[in-house]
């Protein structure tokens, strides 16, 4: 359908009606053929003031739009957390789906209803607004809400000696205190975008600043102090960068004393400052007023928490808007079982450590289009998290933000008495504090990089491609069968994923519209992770599951949804991919 001036107006009145703070805009002026129909578009404005979010029509669908934009005001780039919401929110809802563009200048989410007719394109455009913008309010309403709490909340934990205080302070009296970048922090990786983003700030408020004589406010910095010790839990990012451009200006701060292990902090260390010389050279006349107007006018709102523990700080990080780079779980569970290791084992600590960074490292880089979860994720989160609530009967759907993962694998209680001993690295034990976490890890992390490698998984993750439901069912059988490989390894890891995938296969027969949730709560019920873990040999376990699934009914085709449809063919190539390797000849000959 091709959009036309027409159409323009009758949506700038049917906006102007319903939402009369909203804008509208298009990038055509007439009906002629220099704008290809696939090229014409009308966009209308968001709750939120930035351009680079709109809702938009073309010849097809009605869609949200998030683009990138190369400020960090706009766009993707400081509203993600945004989008990351609305679309988990939406994961489990056929009516939307979401793609990167075309070219990978945006994120958009389909509206799945085609526009087939003009007549019914402002009811649909109606629809999506309607479903996203309170959507999108609600969640900056609980943000601010968040932060506020937070800091109600942690004041109150002043009869335990903890004590919170809020302060606004410049850049000169903040570096006058014995800053330290904890081990737990993620590495310094600020951007070059990042970097000329904050020198032209600085140097456009300058200006500013000669006429208005106003400080130049950059945000929150969020400091835990103990043993005479300031560790930066929020504000890494900008106070090394500042230090940085300190150091170019003739000043030496605490931060720059610091040795950075990692050699990809030192890289970023290594170009910025490089960076900062050049911009320094060619757009500062006078470094010493320059230095003089970014020590007495740059300015911080300082969280500092005396004696306070470093869950309650990280309470506060995690509730702060912040421009620097977000603790994860995994920076956190560094951090925990750091703390169990003793201070005389500062070998065991720095070998530890260096092996979790190496791990995080090297995982990012390995993400791919194809595979966009780090493979110590896809460990510890999509396999061994959903194994180990699996044999606990208990559902793994989790909810944003929720630190299931951090939760999850933090030290188990123990009895001061009784040493804990006899680990075996199974992937349901309790969790030791300390050196046995960082071993547990490294140890299913070698099994999931030999398991990737086996013709079962190939054949699992290749026939089973797509969004939604065929993701989670996916995902669901690989977890299933990389409980098995820990306990048995390859004997028979063929022959058993014909029968967890035809499993499966029976609960999307018995459903026309799987939930991610409903998906994993019937693998917990069904029990199979308790058979393979009680199961002595794979004979036992195998014998067990085939009677099971022998007598479930192969339904007719045209009794099937097409997602059914694809499911049953892609379980039958499964079957057909490893038929070499299948040992039992009643599984090999087995009816899909």
Known sequence: MRIKTSINHKVERFVQNHWPEKWVNCNYLDDSLRTRDDNRWIQIGTPINDSYIHYEINYQHVELHF??????????????????YLEKTTET??????????????????????????????????????????LIQDFYAKRTASKHSSISVAKTSVESEETVDLMSLMLGDIY???????????????EEKHVKCLLSDLL??????????????????????????????????RLVTLSLLLDE???????????????????????????????????????????????????????????????????????????????????????????????????QSRKAADTWNQMIQSGR?????????????????????NLRQWMRMQNVETKENDRHIKNEYEAAPIMPELPPFGEQFFFNEPIQGGTHFFAFTEAHLTNYHLFVETEAYKAVHSRLMGRGSIQWYRNAIETL??????????????????????????????????QKDSIY??????????????????????AELYLSVRDFPVKYLQDMTPIQRYMRRAVIDIKNDLKDFIYVESIKNMKI
């Open 249 to 347: 200006l003739g000043i030496e701060t605490c931060l720059m004393t610091q040795h950075f292990d990692s050699s990809v902090a030192q890289n970023y260390v290594g170009f910025n400052k490089y960076l900062i010389e050049n911009y320094v050279r060619k757009h500062v006349a006078d470094k010493e007023q320059f230095l003089r107007y970014i020590l007495e006018n740059i300015q911080f709102n300082v969280l500092t928490l005396q004696n306070a523990s470093l869950d309650l700080a990280y309470t506060f990080f995690s509730n702060e808007n912040s421009r620097g780079v977000a603790l994860t779980d995994y920076d956190l569970l560094k951090a925990h079982h750091l703390r169990f290791i003793p201070e005389s084992y500062e070998q």
């Open 521 to 542: 709560k019937e693998v917990a019920e069904r029990g199979t992770i308790l058979q393979v873990n009680r199961a002595t040999s794979p004979t036992f376990f195998l």
């Open 67 to 84: 683009e990138y934009s190369d400020e960090l005001k706009s766009g993707i780039t400081a509203h993600q957390d945004l989008v990351d």
């Open 481 to 514: 069968l990389f409980g098995y490989f820990e306990k048995f390894g390859q004997h028979c890891l063929s022959d058993a994923t014909v029968l967890v995938a035809r499993r499966l296969l029976e609960d999307r027969y018995n459903t026309t519209r799987a």
């Open 176 to 190: 006058t205190w014995n800053l330290h970048i904890p081990d737990y922090q993620r590495i310094y990786c600020w």
């Open 204 to 237: 456009f408020h300058r200006e500013l600043h000669e006429a208005k004589n106003s400080p130049y406010r950059l945000g929150t910095i969020i400091l835990h102090c103990h043993d005479g010790v300031f560790d930066i839990i929020d504000g890494q990012q």
């Open 365 to 385: 880089i390995r993400v791919t289009e194809d595979e966009p979860i780090p493979d110590y994720e896809r460990t510890l989160d999509t396999y061994l998290f």
């Open 93 to 134: 809802d056929n009516l939307f789906e979401w793609t990167d563009f075309l070219g990978g200048d945006s994120v958009r989410c389909v509206y799945t209803d085609r526009v087939i007719e003009w007549d019914d394109m402002l009811e649909k455009l109606k629809f999506v607004i309607s479903f996203f913008d309170p």
